[in-house]
């Protein structure tokens, strides 16, 4: 019996079958043979006999999720998925079910040696996994770029590793909270290596001067977060009920929000929808500014057309193969798929011609569809998509029917989770004089249009964060941290009066690019300062990366644009009255949190101790991200009735929540309190329990050591810190707010959305 009924999926694309099926069929058996994938024991087990091959049918997804690919090419991309599926059923068969984590390590240590980004494999393979690996390795590498190649190796790396947190979690019975869980299934899940795939199947490689911006990150990772959910839900019950897993997202929200199976699964639906309605949205709205921005030539225009519309084959594609695998949680599927107007297997769509086949005028069929061209093209079941497209309307409208200024009546802030105790810095006071004399200096108080006055700065007492963020800074250390939060602050709350009431986007992209200039890395600013917001900026570029060496500069740089980059993503969705895509909103709230710029400075506070690539790790990294997520969480809470009454904004945790689970305010109020707490108590186990680990499997001295115990304690004093702020600071206070709110003279129906954004920290 299933442990529930499978929700109905949002898939606005059509699937479509690749003509070369049967042939990738006959040649992925030959090779898994080959590679001794089929029958042969592992370790006195079977990981395959030809059943268990035949039925999962690995030929069919590639076929639909690569529909126009040629022959040799879909025999190629069809080995690719057959080895990263042995490779999954093999660490389970071997390292899972009896948990070994010191053998996993080292079986997985052996297999970066076969996928070399330079020069031939040289590694001698010892098992089927490294056979394969190092086979396919040499058959793809020779017709991609060394960008491509760098990003592919990395992506097929964390696919392997990080199957040690999966490990991990199951040998210590730890299951993993909702935003760790989304963070690592990329890495561990292997959407993004697929990605890389779709570059490879449709030859159509992302320009590499924009492969690392924002909306190509985001195309790659609401790719994958769709691809993991919708395989999450269709997988429960072989990976929970029999494999005793725990990286499922089905299990994840059952038990994070205490309900039932059922309602988790359609919970997990609804947010699978909202990353693919992100993914459009991206794609319609974000990638075509990316391209003009940057000059992309009609080459690289095509380029990352063909991927976006083959990462669109992939999702419709991989839902039709889940629904007929036998690997997979499917009862009833295929039938309504059918009635649903879906071809049978093998077979084009009810009046369609196949791929390649005369159409009734003695044309030939096309083999490609126009991106997000809606619901037309062959293998289409016009009727299915339609209904997907009306029965998930609810949801997409709702994230832009929200009315701002709201009144939100009576709040019920949820219990604050804080093990930490509380230090400030002896020179608090100095630093408050010191703090407005800066700000005076800049011209802050005398700017039109007049954003602040000095009684308010004085009265958002940004020393006081400063001086809890770290208290043992010297005195010219906290004057430095208190300007940048007065700097952060002040742009934060600029951008969206000055820009966000006009609709400017145009005035805020040249504003943008002009305190860039500012930020030189190997030269003079490439222009003169004339604003407060300007030589604010240029004032601390000078005092903080002045000293530093190049490359620290040049990290510092690109920290401080990740900032000044996501006020635009603010403006973007305040424009448009959107509420954020729940996942989107949390990686966001990072860079409009500031957190870029913190750690970067945080790094170079510690020296050489700590080899960079320790920094890299996911240890570091879940470290970092969830005493982050902890801290604009707790902002958030403080801030909701200031932002969603009095500024009308739409970036705020608890309407995000409010707005995807469609619950009460009470509700989304209790369930950010219990994210806080899930990520403060990840936080604390990261640092007792995985902390001690990293440093004994990199063999770190004593020195990097003591750097890292020393970097833990500075992220548990900005915690402290910040709630100390929260608390005493009248910013949110309902007096406060109506006072300012009359001071400034606007209604609040006139008000744009203001917030307080540091560069530590951005304090809505």
Same mark, same amino acid.
């Given at each position: ?109 052996? =297999? ?30 020779? $017709? ?24 991990? &979690?199951?040998?210590? &019975? ?24 779709? @570059? ?63 309602? /988790?699964?359609?919970?997990? &639906? ?18 075509? $500014? ?53 071809p049978a297997l093998g077979q084009p769509a009810l009046g369609q011609p196949g791929v390649g086949q005369p159409t009734p005028d003695g044309h030939t069929a096309p083999a490609a569809q126009p991106v997000l061209g809606g619901p037309t093209g062959l293998g289409t079941s016009a009727a299915r998509i339609v209904h997907s497209l009306v029965s998930t309307a609810p949801q997409r409208i709702r994230s832009f029917s929200h009315v701002p200024y709201e009144p939100v009546g009576p709040i019920r802030m949820p219990e604050i989770y804080m093990p930490f105790d509380l230090a400030l810095s002896p020179h608090l006071d100095d630093c408050r004089e010191n703090t407005a004399a800066w700000a005076r200096a800049m011209g802050i108080f005398d ?97 903080? /990366?002045?000293?530093?060496?190049? @490359? ?74 969830? $005493? ?5 969480? =707790? ?11 009095? @500024? ?12 995807? =689970? ?40 004593? @020195? /990097? ?18 709630? &100390? ?40």
């Amino acid at each position: 019996m299933q442990p529930f009924q499978q929700p109905e999926f949002y898939m606005p694309y059509p699937a479509r079958l690749n003509p070369n099926l049967e042939r990738a069929r006959d040649h992925s058996k030959t090779w898994a043979y080959a590679m001794d994938m089929i029958d042969v024991p592992q370790e006195g087990t079977i990981i395959w006999d030809e059943n268990d091959f035949d039925s999962h049918d690995y030929a069919l997804l590639c076929a639909y999720t690569h529909p126009d690919a040629d022959g040799p090419m879909l025999d190629l991309i069809t080995d690719w998925y057959v080895w990263v599926f042995y490779f999954d059923d093999h660490f389970v068969e071997l390292y899972k079910r009896n948990p070994d984590l010191a053998g996993a390590k080292e079986y997985l240590d052996r =297999l970066p040696a076969f996928m070399p980004v330079e020069g031939p494999v040289t590694a001698e393979p010892a098992n089927p996994v490294e056979r394969g690996l190092a086979d396919l390795w040499q058959r793809t590498v020779p $017709a991609r770029t060394a960008d491509w190649r760098r990003r592919y190796a990395e992506n097929t790396k964390h696919l392997l590793d990080e199957s040690l947190w999966e490990l991990s &979690n199951i040998s210590r &019975n730890r299951l993993s909270n909702p935003i760790e869980y989304i963070e690592m299934r990329r890495k561990v899940g292997g959407a993004p290596w697929s990605a890389n795939l779709v @570059e490879h199947a449709v030859d159509a490689e992302v320009p590499a001067a924009i492969a690392a911006e924002r909306p190509m990150q985001v195309l790659r990772d609401t790719f994958s977060d769709a691809v993991h959910l919708r395989n999450d839900l269709f997988s429960y019950q072989r990976e929970v009920q029999d494999e005793g897993e725990l990286s499922n997202s089905v299990l994840v929200f059952e038990e994070f929000l205490g309900c039932s199976t059922q309602q /988790a699964a359609d919970t997990v &639906n609804d947010l699978l929808t909202s990353r693919l309605h992100q993914f459009e949205h991206t794609a319609l709205t974000e990638v075509p $500014a990316l391209l003009d921005d940057n000059g992309v030539d009609p080459q690289g225009r095509l380029a990352v057309l063909g991927y976006v519309k083959g990462l669109q084959d992939w999702q419709s594609g991989g839902q039709e193969w889940h629904i007929r695998s036998s690997r997979y949680m499917n009862e009833g599927l295929v039938e309504q798929s059918a009635l649903a107007g879906q071809p049978a297997l093998g077979q084009p769509a009810l009046g369609q011609p196949g791929v390649g086949q005369p159409t009734p005028d003695g044309h030939t069929a096309p083999a490609a569809q126009p991106v997000l061209g809606g619901p037309t093209g062959l293998g289409t079941s016009a009727a299915r998509i339609v209904h997907s497209l009306v029965s998930t309307a609810p949801q997409r409208i709702r994230s832009f029917s929200h009315v701002p200024y709201e009144p939100v009546g009576p709040i019920r802030m949820p219990e604050i989770y804080m093990p930490f105790d509380l230090a400030l810095s002896p020179h608090l006071d100095d630093c408050r004089e010191n703090t407005a004399a800066w700000a005076r200096a800049m011209g802050i108080f005398d700017d039109v249009p007049r954003i602040w006055d000095e009684d308010q700065m004085r009265g958002y007492d940004l020393p006081l964060c400063s001086a809890g963020l770290d208290p043992d800074a010297t005195p010219e250390e906290l004057d430095l941290s208190a300007a940048w939060l007065t700097w952060g602050t002040y742009g934060d709350d600029y951008y969206p009066r000055v820009f966000g009431r006009t609709f400017d986007m145009a005035g805020a992209r040249a504003c943008t690019a002009r305190l860039k200039e500012l930020m030189p890395v190997e030269s003079v600013p490439a222009t003169a300062p004339v604003t407060p917001l300007e030589r604010g900026l240029a004032d601390l570029w000078e005092r903080t /990366a002045g000293p530093m060496p190049v @490359e620290a500069r040049r990290r510092f740089r690109a920290a401080v644009d990740t900032m000044i980059d996501s006020w635009l993503w603010e403006l973007h969705n305040q424009h448009l009255n959107r509420i954020p895509d729940p996942v989107d909103y949390f990686e966001m709230r990072r860079r409009t949190f500031g957190s870029d710029l913190t750690i970067s400075l945080a790094k170079f506070s510690h020296g050489e101790a700590v080899p960079p690539e320790i920094y890299r790790t996911r240890t570091i990294r879940n470290m970092e991200n969830s $005493a982050i997520d902890y801290a604009t969480m =707790l902002n958030d809470v403080f801030s909701y009735r200031k932002e969603i009454e009095y @500024e009308g904004e739409v970036h705020n945790s608890v309407l995000v929540v409010r707005n995807f =689970l469609d619950c009460d305010q009470d509700r989304a109020f209790d369930i950010v309190g219990d994210l806080m707490t899930a990520r403060m108590k990840q936080f604390q186990y990261t640092v007792d329990d995985e902390l001690p680990v990293l440093c004994e499997d990199f063999g770190l001295s004593d @020195e /990097a050591r003591a750097m890292l115990t020393r970097y833990a304690a500075e992220l548990r004093d900005w915690m402290a810190g910040i709630l &100390n702020w929260h608390r005493e600071c009248v910013r949110y206070k309902d007096e406060d707010l109506r006072h300012d709110a009359v001071s400034h003279g606007l209604s609040a129906l006139l008000r744009g959305p203001s917030g307080l954004g540091t560069a530590a920290v951005e304090l809505r």
